[in-house]
Structures are given as C-alpha cells and as structure tokens.
C-alpha cells in the first residue's frame, strides 16, 4: 500500500471515528440524571427504555408485548399476588423491536419500518407470512409459481440473502444458499410483523444488509383466563386448512400453543401440497425480576417439485422439515440495567427425490441434507440518564452442514462455520422529539476475514406539526453462504463477505388530524465484493452492486369504518460489474388495501399489486429478458356472528391473471376459500 494509500485510510478511520463517537459524547454531556428508585416490584422484561412517544400511566401487565394494546384480545390482570402489576409506564400502542432490539415507537427509531398488527392480518384474512409481506412497500416477495415453492424476499433491490429472519428478536438460521427460507411461514401464534427496511448489521450482524422481518409471537402472560380457537377452511385447488390455538395463564406460569396442517393439489400434476405447523410459547415468572421462556416450533412440508413448465418433471419431491428449542431468560439486575440471554437451537433437513430420467436432463437424484445451527445472544440494556439509554452484546452462531447422496451412497459435504460478534447501540434524545442513534459492531469468522459495521440515524418529530423526519447512513456486510463456500465443484473457500454502504432520507406527514399521512422515504445502497461466478461457475469476489429509488406510502382512515393504505415503490436495481439488471427486482411496484366495516358484526377488505419492469431469465434461452407486467386482485369478507363464531369468504386472484412470478413457473388462477372460526 502507497503512503498516499495509507494517510486517505487512516483520515477515514477517524472521520469515521469521529461520526461515531460524536453522539455518545454528546449524549454523556448533556444526558439528564436516570431516575434514583423505580417500583421494587416491576418486572424484569418493563425495564425502562427511552420512549419519546407520549406515556400514560396504567396497570401493566408483567410483560410489556408490543401491539397488543389493538389486539382484541389483550386482557391487563395480574398473574399472581407475588407478581403483583405496579403503575409503569406504558408503551406507544404500536411498537417495533426489531430496528432497535428494544420496543421503541416506529418514529423514533431512524429507520424506514413497517408494522402489521393482528387486527390488520385478520381484517385481511392473510393465510402466510409471504401473503402479509406483499401489501409492504420497498419489499420483493417473489414465489416460484405456488404457494409450497421457493420464495424469497428482497428489501430495497438487495439480495434474498441480505434479509434477516427474527422470531421475537431470535435470529433465525439461514439454508445452503445463505438466505432465509420464507416458503413455509404460517400466521400461527403471530402478533404482529415488523419490517425494518434499513441495513441492520451494525447491531444483527451478517445478513440484515437490506433489513430485517421480526415476527412477533402471542403470548398468554397477563391473561385473566385462557383464550382459545379453531378453525376450519376449505376451497379451490383442494385447499383444506385446520388450526387450533390457545393461550393463557396459571399463577406465574403462562403459555400460547399453535398447531396446523394445510393440504392443497395445484393448477398441474406434480404440485400438491402439505404443510404441518407447531409453534408453542411457555414461560414462568420465577421471582418479579426474573422471567424465563422457552419457545419451540416444528414444521414438516411435502411439496412437489415440477421444474419449469417446458421441462415438467412429474415425480420429484421435496420434503422440508425444521424443528427449533429457545429458551431465555431476563432479570432486572438494577434500576437502571436489564440483561436477556437466549439460546437457540435448530436443524433444517431437506429430503430431495427424483428417479425420473428425462430426456433433457438426463438426470436422477435422491439426496438428505441436513444444516444444524447454534445461535446464543447476551443483550444489556443500560439506562444510564432519563434521555440516554445503551444496548450491548454478544451473539454468535455456530453452523454445521452435511449432504448424503443416496445414489452415490456417500456424504458429499460435510463443513462448519462459526461466527462470533460484539456490538453496542446508544439511543439518546437529545432534545424533545429529536432522537440520535448509533451503534457499530465487529465479527469474527471461523472460515474467513471478519467485518466492521456501524450506522448512524437520526429521527425528528417537529411538534407542532407532528411532521416526522429520519436519515440514517449504514455500512454493512454479507457473510458467504454454505454453497458458495463448500458446494463440491462449484464453491470457493477463500471468498470474503460482501460489504455495502447505504442511506436513506424519508418525511411523514399527518393531516386532518392524522387522518391522512403520506409518507416519502429516498433509499441508496452500493455492494462492493459483490459476489459473482466466473467463466468456470465459481464463486469470485469480482463484482459491484447498486440499488437505490425512493418509496411512497398513503395511510388514510377517512371514517372510523374504513382504512385505506396506497404505496408505489420505484427501485433501480443494477449489477454494475456486467451491466445488467439484478433478477427478480420489479422497477415499479404498486400496492393497495382497503378494510371497511360498513355494520359492526362485518369486515370487508380488499387489495391489489401491480408490478412493472422486471428482468428474469428465460427457461427455454437461459437468457436474461424482460418479463412481462401483472396485476392481481384479492378481497375477503368477515361475519362475526356472536363473540364466539365467525365466518369468512376469500377470493385470490379474482381477476383470473395469468402470470409467472418466476419465468417458467406459473402462479394460480382464481380461487375461492371460505372457512368458519369458533372461539371459547
């Protein structure tokens, strides 16, 4: 490295020193004194947090759970006369945890984020986790043709692999390809969805350079007595789902379980469908500072796999099955400090079998697969002033991977990757309304060279006019994947993460006294490291990356019975190393939602997608093309008949389009489900 070289790198180190230091410092001068007594008997999991958002006092329950305050069925008691609820401070009625890794009011937090409630999942009769995400703008869900197939989801025009998956802040393991596997997600025992559009690694590490999507479970903490449910759907496409849930409490011990199965047969032979959920919530109040929990889950899917429609392959099959244990504890150790470890374990196998030898492909296969992670985070929440608050941490993850092939009758990879991180985050207001956030966070790779990343945002309520303001810049990185890594042939060991820098500007603004609130937000993101196949298709660290476009989104609730959400996403998405578009990443994204309750006992919703522009490869050329434009339509209706016994009618794709979300794979026609839900 020249001279030259090294001064311009150290008067970026300490720019960059500077720009992350100059918060803290700030905040450490100016931060009012923290409060010298709280309750004695406050919970461990309400420590204080800073809140701009205006608080009132209530009861608490013993648990602070974001967005249940619109959930109808957020019941306030107290478990137990040893866990009785003191008078805290309660949270703004919808909260996002994911951007902060603390409840925090979405305007607080300097990111571009998304909240759906359970009110809005249930208005809209949403069935998966993918169904809820498309109505989302800055967001790519894309389904290779069918719901049991491949779907991956981009923010921002960033890569699938580059969108983190939480539960309940849990980070959740990712499969061979490095990405998270959204194919499978049901709505069960699902509160409420955030989606954090704004590069994350500073505090999530690897694989949150586009954003993050935490899903928030239901809990029965604080429930006078147990709510429960079932429900029966049937309609087109053979389509049956089933689902029961309950949730509830007794003295300090809660729960909140979930089961479901799901049988469909598709538009073509080769693509039915099954898919069967548990996900169950259990913890216990040991003493009023300590809680601890343990979450589980289990799913097992059997999909067809029928390859692209002109090369159709009516007998290979794929079976997903996932199963996860977490348990957590937290303890209010002081006033001012809050710490939470949780541990998680999860091993994804995949069953792949095909014995049809076609006469293109000349090809047969039956391989397990087999991906067992690790993952443990020890977070500290300190709030050292009344304005002033940092989280520190470590987390780490531990991943093994094994292939067997059953024809050649030997395991044909077999490799491990850890990775450990440090990270802190400084939340400071640093006058009413206005919120300064920075954190950084360093890596260490078992495998490869490690990475540094940090953001610094800042967010502004101007008071009068309750006009909100964020930006935020962000560098970030992606870690390789196991296939690029190890995949025997067609891998590359000495690959290093990706790294991308990326900021935002964005304004929100309410009229009619918060009747209508359009809201602008300008995205940039560059890659650099970007990684590519050569000539041989081995994965090299040759390429450069650029997304960027800007986002709008129209809230409106004219009357007290109809809400209206309108958002229009315009994304340029380049591969700048070849010149070409990146796959899959429409320029121009239009959504739309509309839910009216035109008499109390009924709800109807409905909400449509156009998407234009997209580049995809062709299934016959193998060439890249342009793919054409498509709109869909769906609407629902909801009878609640009595407190106990609801009914629905849903149409998908009403207009019938014909379409292919993937070149070669087309998705649905219409279709037609109704169902009835009892609750007791």
Do not use: C
């Not at 001279?3 to 700030?26: C, D, G």
């Not at 309950?246 to 049988?263: K, L, P, T």
Request: charge should be negative; glycine fraction near 8%.
């Amino acid at each position: 490295m020249t001279t030259h070289q090294k001064l311009q790198s150290q008067r970026i180190r300490r720019a960059l020193a500077v720009l992350l230091l100059a918060p803290v410092t700030l905040a450490l001068a100016w931060a009012d004194p923290a409060p010298t007594t709280t309750p004695p008997s406050q919970p461990a999991s309400t420590a204080t947090t800073a809140k701009p958002a205006p608080t009132q006092k209530v009861a608490a329950k013993p648990k602070a759970t974001p967005a249940s305050a619109k959930s109808s069925t957020s019941t306030t008691s107290s478990t137990s006369a040893s866990t009785k609820a003191p008078v805290v401070e309660q949270l703004p009625t919808v909260v996002v945890i994911a951007a902060t890794r603390t409840p925090q009011a979405p305007d607080t937090t300097a990111t571009t984020s998304t909240v759906i409630t359970r009110d809005e999942l249930e208005a809209n009769q949403y069935i998966s986790v993918p169904d809820a995400l498309m109505k989302v703008p800055g967001l790519s869900v894309v389904q290779s043709g069918v719901p049991g197939q491949q779907t991956s989801v981009f923010i921002h025009g960033m890569d699938s692999n580059q969108t983190l998956l939480t539960i309940d802040g849990r980070r959740q393991p990712v499969g061979l390809d490095g990405a998270a596997d959204f194919t499978n997600l049901t709505l069960d025992n699902i509160d409420q969805i955030e989606v954090v559009r704004t590069p994350s690694s500073s505090l999530e590490g690897g694989n949150a350079s586009g954003g993050q999507i935490n899903l928030v479970t239901l809990s029965g903490r604080g429930l006078a007595q147990p709510i429960s449910s079932a429900y029966f759907e049937g309609g087109s496409y053979g389509t049956y789902r089933e689902n029961v849930q309950s949730r509830g409490a007794v003295g300090n011990f809660d729960y909140a379980v979930s089961g479901s199965n799901e049988d469909s047969d598709m538009n073509r032979y080769n693509e039915n469908y099954r898919n069967t959920v548990y996900r169950g919530n259990f913890g216990y109040q040991i003493t009023p500072d300590v809680y601890v929990d343990v979450h589980s889950g289990y799913s097992l899917a059997n999909a067809g796999s029928p390859n692209a429609i002109e090369y159709p392959d009516p007998v290979a099959r794929i079976e997903t099955q996932d199963w996860y244990i977490s348990p957590e504890v937290v303890a209010k150790v002081a006033d001012f400090y809050t710490t939470k470890l949780y541990f998680n374990y999860d091993q994804q196998q995949q069953n792949f079998h095909d014995l049809f030898n076609d006469f293109v492909f000349n090809f047969a296969s039956s391989t397990n697969l087999r991906i067992n992670t690790d993952s443990v985070d020890w977070q500290n929440n300190l709030q050292l002033a009344h304005n002033w608050q940092i989280t520190a941490g470590i987390q780490g993850d531990d991943s093994t991977v094994s292939q067997f092939d059953d024809f050649a009758g030997r395991t044909t990879l077999q490799n491990s990757l850890t990775n450990i991180g440090g990270y802190v985050e400084s939340q400071w207001e640093a006058l009413p309304g206005l919120n300064v956030l920075t954190s950084v966070r360093d890596d260490h790779y078992s495998d490869f060279s490690g990475a540094v990343s940090w953001r610094q945002g800042v967010a502004y309520t101007v008071a009068p006019t309750q006009t909100v303001l964020h930006a935020s810049g962000a560098s970030s990185y992606t870690p390789p994947s196991l296939e690029q890594l190890y995949f025997p042939g067609f891998s590359n060991p000495n690959l290093k993460p990706e790294t991308s820098l990326g900021w935002e500007a964005g304004v929100a603004q309410p009229f009619l006294d918060g009747k209508v609130t359009p809201s602008v937000t300008y995205f940039h993101n560059h890659i650099t490291n970007y990684i590519q196949d050569d000539a041989n298709f081995i994965p090299q660290n040759i390429g450069q990356a650029t997304t960027h476009g800007f986002e709008v989104d129209i809230k409106a609730k004219p009357i007290d019975q109809l809400e209206l959400d309108v958002n229009y996403t315009n994304l340029t998405a380049e591969n700048d190393s070849a010149g070409v578009g990146l796959l899959r990443r429409p320029s121009n994204t239009t959504n739309f939602t509309a839910t009216w309750m035109p008499i109390t006992p009924l709800t109807l919703s409905m909400g449509g997608s156009w998407i234009v522009g997209r580049q995809d490869v062709d299934p016959v050329s193998f060439q890249e093309v342009a793919a054409p434009n498509y709109f869909t339509l769906r609407a629902s209706a909801t009878y609640k008949i009595n407190s106990y016994v609801s009914l629905w009618v849903r149409g998908e794709n009403i207009t019938n389009t014909q379409y292919q979300p993937v070149l070669g794979f087309p998705a649905l026609g219409a279709a037609v489900y109704g169902g009835i839900k009892v609750s007791f």
